[in-house]
């Protein structure tokens, strides 16, 4: 029986565009919409944009920039199709994402810069209006409503809540580039009619400032390099805008430093600007690996490297403490390198007499004596068994960092910095002073961070820390 080929229709099902009504929050959504209106300011002519977030409605209005006459409305509403005259629209579907995802019915009303007209467009119940086809669009025009070039878009109702507060503190971040130049500005409203709070661009401060301005082959490289200032409520890491657009990139980078276990990253401050990176479509990172990348990350770890000496040579926990650190060093290590390659095994004798370890610690005195831990250590269990990995010598560093995490480590873990601003380095203090406690803490998570990364599976490694935190006799 002779076959024959057939083909088959390969549709897009409309409900496809459903998928992209979904942002993190409404702050994000409506941020979307603020690119769109950036991407289509007019050079030399300060953009405003106006946001309001009513019980009854969301609405985000820029006056002086392009708008959009009867060509623009038309493209605005295919789907996929962008003027692509700005690195911030990819695909023509965030701004419509976005008027889905912040509320049921949008209005759009739009004045051209020849103010021939208001446009007016609805779209009831925008994300779920189709069935199998997209309906038409009905445009009304009607005589001008706006005396400058409009663009405003009204959500109602509401679908997400927007935090004020939280959507005031990202616009001052993301958009402080062009907020400082004066070419845009934006301000936030809760009630129509009312005043509405201008949004200032974000203020980093820093000590020990460098400015610079450096040439790459693909562009130019501007901004500021600094430490942070002791007690700046605000997150460590650089600042990378697309100063083209005035967008900001990526908020926190660091550009490989903080691989570096000595160097405490949370201490770098600094906002640069580049406008040749290219970026990934959701505007959230740079595309690492390609060679515009490469170029800028090459200039910021030059630049950035004197900060990070800086940084090692700081005395960021007390002097007491850092005092104590050659020996524990000293110390642990040779406990390391007597327990490396040797078979653990249960019932090994107690360090001591009453199964409490001791533990000899006397910085800057001649003569060494004991001090016993106040807790006791269980012995190793049948998972314990097996072999410790020779890995080397440790180096211990100390260092005061406000994120997350007892320590870390480089990639093999023989350089291990502890963090002395936890919570439970602090608790182990005595009025800021070292106690035994400290020591044991120290120890304890420069072990941990030796082993972490050995292969060996997570119950038996963590019994054979046990094992060798129990047997210390340093």
């Not at 007019?42 to 920039?65: A, C, E, F, Q, Y």
């Not at 002791?230 to 083209?244: F, H, K, P, S």
């Not at 290219?278 to 900060?307: H, L, N, S, Y």
Request: hydrophobic content about 35%; proline content about 6%.
């Amino acid at each position: 029986m002779e076959r024959e080929d057939f083909k088959i229709e390969e549709r897009i099902h409309p409900r496809l565009l459903m998928s992209h009504f979904a942002f993190p929050s409404g702050e994000v959504a409506i941020m979307e919409l603020i690119d769109n209106s950036i991407a289509a300011r007019i050079p030399g002519k300060p953009l405003g944009i106006r946001i309001l977030l009513g019980k009854d409605k969301i609405s985000v209005t820029d006056r002086n920039g392009k708008a959009m006459g009867i060509p623009e409305l038309r493209n605005s509403l295919i789907w996929g199709e962008s003027e692509g005259t700005d690195v911030t629209r990819f695909y023509g579907q965030g701004g419509k994402s976005a008027m889905g995802y912040l509320g049921k019915d949008v209005h759009i009303f739009s004045t051209p810069p020849s103010l021939e007209a208001t446009y007016e467009i609805f779209l009831e119940d925008f994300a779920n209006r189709w069935k199998e086809n997209l309906p038409p669009v009905n445009v009304s025009p009607r005589d001008p409503v706006f005396q400058m070039a409009t663009v405003s878009i009204v959500m109602s109702p509401p679908n997400v809540k927007v935090n004020k507060r939280r959507l005031i503190r990202k616009i001052s971040s993301h958009y402080a580039p062009i907020l400082e130049r004066g070419e845009v500005e934006i301000d936030v409203r809760s009630t129509e009619g009312t005043a509405g709070e201008r949004v200032k661009a974000e203020k980093l401060q820093g000590e020990l400032v460098e400015e610079f301005e450096e040439e790459t082959n693909f562009g130019l490289v501007t901004g500021w390099i600094g430490l942070k200032k002791e007690g700046t409520a605000v997150r460590g890491g650089i600042r990378c805008y697309r100063g083209d657009v005035g967008r900001l990139i990526e908020e926190h980078q660091t550009f490989g430093f903080e691989e570096k276990a000595d160097v405490n990253t949370d201490r770098l401050i600094g906002k640069v600007d580049n406008d040749f990176v290219p970026f990934v479509r959701d505007k959230v990172g740079f595309q690492k690996g390609t060679p515009e990348w490469e170029a800028f990350a090459e200039v910021m770890r030059r630049r950035i490297e004197p900060f990070a000496e800086m940084i090692r040579k700081q005395v960021q926990v007390p002097p007491q403490i850092e005092e104590a650190i050659p020996l524990i060093e000293k110390e642990l290590n040779k406990l390391l390198q007597d327990t490396e390659d040797e078979f653990i095994s249960e019932g090994r004798t107690p360090p001591s007499k009453n199964g409490v370890n001791e533990i000899i610690l006397s910085p800057g005195d001649s003569k060494r004596r004991k001090e016993t831990f106040a807790a006791k250590l269980t012995p190793p269990g049948d998972n314990a068994r097996g072999k410790f990995p020779r890995k080397g010598r440790v180096t211990i560093w100390l260092n005061a960092w406000g994120g997350p995490g007892r320590a870390k480590s480089n990639q093999d873990g023989t350089v291990v910095t502890v963090n002395m601003a936890h919570p439970q380095a602090k608790a182990s203090l005595h009025k800021g002073r070292r106690t035994r406690t400290t020591d044991f803490y120290i120890i304890e998570q420069v072990v941990r961070e030796y082993y972490k990364g050995s292969g060996i599976p997570a119950d038996e490694r963590d019994a054979k820390i046990d094992f060798l935190l129990w047997r210390m006799k340093v």
